[in-house]
């Protein structure tokens, strides 16, 4: 059973129509056309106490999901999105995704680096880290080659120096 349409979507279809728009376009001319009105007390007084809600928590990082800022990370089928960098110890937290197959080199650790495989797997030599899995390298430890069967997400917390090429 369809719904009929609303008035409103009435007037914005007919407008569309005689314009040679398509709704969208139709519905933001009405918008623009519209003269201001103030929103009622109730709506800025819930609006303010929001904004006042964010400020008290006030995070100093803020990343959303659907942001793009995936770059790449010098091999082929990895990539890094910086999440925060600690100003004062130089700590940075990043996502790191491998696709099936991709491999970082091996390298050496300057300071601790902290790993969660949030997807997939990482892999180097004969250990195996799967979803779910934690694992912390000290600090002037060599890695041998990292590589992944089926692609992974990692979530990497290190010193100043671990990703200076990202």
């Given amino acids: ?9 009435l007037e914005i279809m007919a407008l569309a129509d005689l314009a040679g728009l398509d709704t969208a376009e139709a519905a933001a001319l009405l918008a623009e056309s519209a003269a201001p009105a103030a929103p ?3 709506v800025k007084s819930r609006l ?10 006030k995070p100093i990082a ?4 659907n942001e793009p800022r995936w770059m790449p990370y010098g091999a082929q089928g990895v990539e890094v999105k910086p999440l925060f960098i ?7 937290t990043v996502l790191l995704r491998m696709a099936p197959g991709a491999r970082l080199p091996a390298h050496h650790h300057h300071d601790v680096e902290q790993c969660l495989v949030v997807k997939g797997d990482v892999r180097f030599g004969d250990l195996v880290y799967e979803e779910g ?11 041998p080659e990292i590589h992944s069967a089926d692609g992974n ?8 120096t671990e990703f200076l090429h990202a």
């Fill in 86 to 92: 600690d100003a004062q110890t130089g700590r940075s």
């Fill in 153 to 160: 997400l990692l979530l990497l917390v290190a010193g100043r």
């Fill in 62 to 65: 803020d990343v959303r999901h």
């Fill in 133 to 143: 899995d934690f694992v912390v390298m000290d600090k002037h430890t060599d890695h």
């Fill in 40 to 42: 009622a007390p109730s």
């Fill in 48 to 57: 303010m106490s929001r904004v006042a809600a964010y400020q008290q928590v």
């Fill in 1 to 9: 059973m369809s719904r009929q349409p609303t008035p409103q979507q």
